[in-house]
């Protein structure tokens, strides 16, 4: 069996690589990835980007933001994680069937220490009642590949905030991820593999993947890429994963409310947002102004449902003129931003 580990910690690179890998005629299956990321959120495919992530935590803590090619739910990853994947002929594995799939990580970690980790319902692996894995699949041109997660050493409370859905009250239709209690596997490892970074843990689970003692050992069935492989692979992630309308336009079509209450008046904005653009925009309230609020709503529609663009849009508005009293930076912050 051949592997690849990935030489960036860039999730929209190396998304982008598996994608190309998975499709490439050069590759001997079945096939392994392994990849480090810096943080960063992963949703579904079927999923509404904005219901499942806290996007003004991502974005000041710069956390990359992008949509896979699977189904399944909103991942939070870090230095922590370590991703592997496995691309096997459709064939020869049965959809959804992450058990047989994910068995040599499995073994792996029961002879790290981690003797009690097993695959619990629909595509986890859990220790003691508490998930440290979570697997996605997807099946293209007679190919399955199946991805995870294995939770080393992750910043526990980063996940519960970049994943922390504000109270804006948001309404889709697309697939809601469901919240799991979590551990790191780290803790249940043996004392050897205690002081392990991420990366070294990775490279002990190929090692006792491949049945070998040192990595060096292992790099024999590595795949090396090609000049050429790396150009289709950016290629891909300009088109794909560096894609707003891939990331944002791609969520099913939502409403949001944002109503908040200040000394001048109460605002209650509601918007309809389809293909990741502002449909329709209607704001109520008691507040006063003296020109009409739905210029105000007429300047929104049509634009991206980004907060970067919605705060840009309203800072060439004179918005005391149509919220009397109310502060244009608490405006801004209600209807452009997350709270």
């Known amino acids: 069996m051949q592997y690849y580990a990935m030489k960036t910690n860039d999730i929209r690179t190396n998304l982008a690589t598996e994608q190309y890998l998975m499709n490439s005629d050069k590759i001997t299956l079945p096939f392994m990835l392994f990849y480090i990321e810096n943080p960063c959120i992963i949703v579904g495919r ?35 994680n370590l991703c592997f994947s496995f691309i096997v002929p459709a064939n020869d594995q049965r959809f959804g069937d992450f058990k047989d ?39 293209r041109n007679g190919r399955t590949f199946s991805h995870g997660t294995l939770m080393f050493d992750v910043n526990t409370d980063a996940v519960a905030d970049a994943l922390k859905v504000p109270k804006d009250k948001i309404e889709s239709k697309g697939i809601k991820s469901v919240r799991a ?14 002081n392990l970074n991420t990366f070294e ?108 663009v919605l705060k840009e849009t309203l800072e060439n508005i004179n918005l005391n003129n149509y919220f009397h009293g109310i502060p244009a930076e608490d405006i801004i912050n209600l209807i452009a931003l997350q709270h």
């Not at 935590?57 to 991942?75: D, P």
């Not at 692979?233 to 949001?256: E, H, L």
């Not at 389809?274 to 507040?287: A, T």
Request: some cysteine.
């Open 201 to 308: 843990f990775r490279d002990e689970l190929i090692k006792k993947i491949w049945n070998v003692d040192t990595i060096e050992e292992a790099q024999k069935f590595e795949y090396h890429l090609t000049k050429s492989d790396e150009e289709e692979i950016k290629k891909i992630q300009d088109k794909t994963y560096n894609n707003w309308d891939w990331v944002y336009g791609q969520s099913p079509k939502f409403t949001v409310q944002k109503r908040k209450h200040f000394t001048g008046g109460t605002i209650d904005a509601r918007f309809d947002v389809e293909d990741g653009h502002v449909k329709n925009v209607k704001i109520y309230g008691d507040f006063f102004g003296i020109k009409n609020v739905e210029d105000v709503e007429k300047a929104l529609i049509g634009k991206e449902y980004n907060a970067d």
């Open 46 to 80: 079927n999923q509404n980007t904005m219901e499942e992530i806290n996007d003004e935590y991502c974005r000041n803590h710069n956390i990359t933001v992008t949509r896979r090619l699977s189904g399944g739910g909103a991942m939070y990853q870090d230095l922590g």
């Open 101 to 139: 799939l994910v068995k040599p990580i499995v073994d792996a970690l029961h002879e790290m220490g981690a003797t009690q980790a097993e695959v619990t319902g629909r595509n986890d692996i859990v220790i003691e009642g508490k998930k440290f894995s979570g697997n996605a699949m997807y099946t």
């Open 181 to 194: 209690r979590v551990t790191n596997i780290k803790k249940y490892l043996k004392p050897e593999y205690q």
